[in-house]
């Protein structure tokens, strides 16, 4: 009996009289020639021979199993993106923190315990292994509530993406590389936007001939939803991006927001939706009453976060809202004034009151050049590497010492069960950052245009005892700015807080949360797969111990660190080489000048001279605070 048919029946337990278990079998594949922008063939990951991965379209009070065997020549995983996996974080898919990855020819059976999480919405399910979702690993995933809290007539979901034609692995190595010292990001080559419905993708528009293998699926301009005049429509957008945030908007018609992240919210209306990487929304759409005319839907990229825009580059597409097949479409004009959006606005149906605080955690992001000339990513000054043994495991081997913070590596961080936690996020750097928490939603408390500012306006302080503040699982934080997120750490395991910006997380930007260490060694029981630590085997990584895979919680030796930043400006050994050399150089001038005018000075005079010169230009540097004190 295999061990899911041992598990599986004590997760279904949230509803028993409708849950059931939905089983997916996925292989992933390599797909050749997909050309989804009309613009270039290349390899991307598929599953089952095709690409895109198909929709996941679910129950809530359902537990969904997905067989995923990896049928790519290097590992790979599967990352169900926002959902809780309340305890078995084992399940979550991020390599590194929760499994090793599944190696190639092997089977990862992830059980999703969606009837125990009490989540419904709009999710998406994506790799966490190499960038792969870079490459086109990623689909939607929806999980429908028994009741909705909205009515309304059919929906459909929105795919925003970029696109690259190259692969990942070759665009990451130009990334980080002495030879890209500024940290300048692969520049999408194009953007897509495509539509799906439950477990489908819709087809493209009639009378074209696109490339044979996305041929079944529309993408932007041979992409159509059809609207029945008076309907209305749910509409639930995600940016599946792995570094373009984009404005969507819909010409001739009006959204209303009701769902951000998973979470159902008080109608709001938005003309312009501003989205950034790994956010979903959902907006109801009412159609028009006339129907003589179709209408554009627009997709923008976020072009200010890019370097450079390369001169033929079209970061703008549109799809269509058809009414009546083959009719003109019409577009706007003006475009609409940009505007990113204050999620914090934003109500929850179910009120949630904000808990009192009882640990602050402040996490600063920036980025600068390192002492092996690349460019990367830190959050407290720390590049984020990925430990030898998985997180999880070594929560789940250290016994009593699982609660000591060390032992998981510098960039860790160990909360206590039921603690209700802040993230302080603050963003030294030029750009915004949409950061991602596994395992949980959070609260957004509090937000600073300029987070070191002593203007209440620009740094309004923390308001506690607020009513019902926003909830979502990844959120944007402003460049210069700072974002408070409060939740309360009740689900124990092992869990990931990245940007969503994928060169930026392979950059460093992510520490991690071990979570209720001995509450999660309790609850883990009887529940781990063994094949979770057979694939670990397989590649020869260890699977207990600390972050470098020693029973200790001070041996960190071999555990990948660094590479640290540059330390610029003077240093005292090179101020003082630097000194001795001026001194040296003004004592021989001075010695030519007078012996040109026929001057004669001893040794004695000259060295003198010279230690004299040096103690004041000592003196001063003392003052200014730039060699230490036991300098002679």
């Known amino acids: 009996m295999r061990w899911y048919r041992r598990v599986l029946p004590a997760l279904v337990i949230a509803s028993p009289a409708l849950a059931g278990i939905q089983e997916i079998w996925w292989k992933i594949t ?17 599953v089952n021979g095709t690409w895109p991965p198909p929709p996941i379209s679910m129950n ?77 690993l990623r689909a939607p995933l929806t999980l429908h509530p028994a009741d909705e809290a909205y009515q309304y007539d059919e929906e459909y979901t929105v795919i925003l993406s970029d696109w690259y034609h190259q692969e990942h692995q070759l665009l990451l190595n130009q990334y980080i590389n002495i030879a890209n010292p500024g940290g300048i990001e692969p520049v999408p ?16 528009i009639g009378g074209i001939s696109p490339s044979p293998v996305t041929s079944a699926v529309g993408f932007n301009e041979n992409a159509t939803l059809p609207f029945v005049p008076g309907r ?21 018609h009006d959204m209303r927001i009701i769902e951000g992240d998973g979470t159902d919210v008080h109608e709001m209306p938005m003309g312009v939706l501003d989205i950034s990487a790994a956010q979903r929304y959902s907006v109801l759409v009412t159609a028009r009453n006339d129907s003589s005319s179709n209408w554009a839907v627009h997709a ?69 050049t390192m002492t092996d000339g690349t460019n990367r990513g830190m959050i407290n000054g720390i590049v984020y590497n990925s430990p030898l043994v998985p997180a999880i495991l070594s929560e789940l081997s250290l016994g009593e010492n699982a609660t000591i913070q060390e032992a998981y590596g510098p960039t860790s961080f160990v909360l206590n069960h039921l603690d209700v936690i802040d993230i302080v996020l603050k963003n030294t ?35 506690e005892g607020q009513a019902n503040p926003m909830r979502r699982d990844t959120v944007v934080v402003s460049p210069g700015g700072s ?30 949360f071990i979570e209720a260490p001995l509450v999660a060694q309790e609850r883990a029981v009887g529940r781990v797969p063994p094949f979770l630590y057979d694939q670990c085997a397989a590649q020869g990584i260890p699977s207990s111990g600390n972050a470098a895979g020693h029973a200790s919680t001070t041996d960190l030796s071999g555990l990948p660190l660094g590479p640290y930043q540059q330390i610029l400006g003077w240093r005292p050994k090179g101020i003082w080489a630097m000194t001795g050399c001026v001194v040296t150089a003004v004592a021989g001038m001075l010695t030519v000048i007078w012996y040109s005018f026929g001057g004669d000075v001893s040794e004695e005079e000259m060295e003198a001279e010279a230690r004299a ?8 540097r003392r003052f200014f605070g730039l060699l230490p004190r036991s300098m002679p």
């Open 483 to 512: 974002v408070t997120l409060r939740f309360i750490a009740d689900n124990p395991g092992a869990w990931f807080f990245h940007c969503h910006m994928e060169w930026h997380l392979e950059a460093g930007l992510a520490v991690q």
């Open 189 to 204: 080559d194009s953007a897509l936007i495509y539509f799906a419905q439950n477990t489908t993708y819709l087809s493209p």
């Open 232 to 252: 209305t429509y749910r509409l639930r957008v995600i940016n599946m991006s792995a570094f373009a945030a984009f404005f969507f908007w819909i010409d001739g």
């Open 30 to 46: 390599y797909v050749e020639n997909a050309n989804p922008d009309g613009l270039f063939d290349r390899r991307v990951i598929g």
């Open 613 to 620: 010169l040096i103690e004041d230009k000592a003196k001063r």
């Open 300 to 368: 923008n990229m976020d072009t200010t976060a890019f370097d450079k825009v390369p001169s033929n580059f079209q970061p703008n597409v549109t799809a269509s809202i058809a009414y009546t097949p083959g009719s003109p479409v019409t577009t706007s004009s003006p475009t609409p004034q940009y505007t990113e959006m204050n999620d914090t606005a934003l109500v929850p149906l179910v009120a949630i009151p904000q808990p009192p605080v009882t640990q602050s955690i402040e996490l600063e992001v920036a980025f600068a």
């Open 60 to 136: 809530s009070v359902d537990s969904l199993l997905i067989h995923v065997t990896n049928g790519l020549d290097v590992p790979t995983s599967l990352h169900h993106h926002g959902i809780f996996f309340n305890s078995t974080s084992w399940m979550d898919g991020t390599v590194g923190v929760a499994q090793c990855g599944i190696p190639p020819g092997q089977t990862f059976d992830y059980a999703v315990p969606v009837n125990m999480s009490e989540q419904w919405g709009t999710y998406w399910v994506h790799s966490h292994d190499r960038g792969q979702y870079v490459d086109g």
């Open 429 to 463: 750097d030029t750009m915004k950052h949409p950061f991602h928490l596994h395992g949980h939603n959070f609260q957004i408390v509090n937000r600073a245009q300029q987070y070191n500012s002593t203007d209440p306006v620009l740094n309004p302080p923390l308001i």
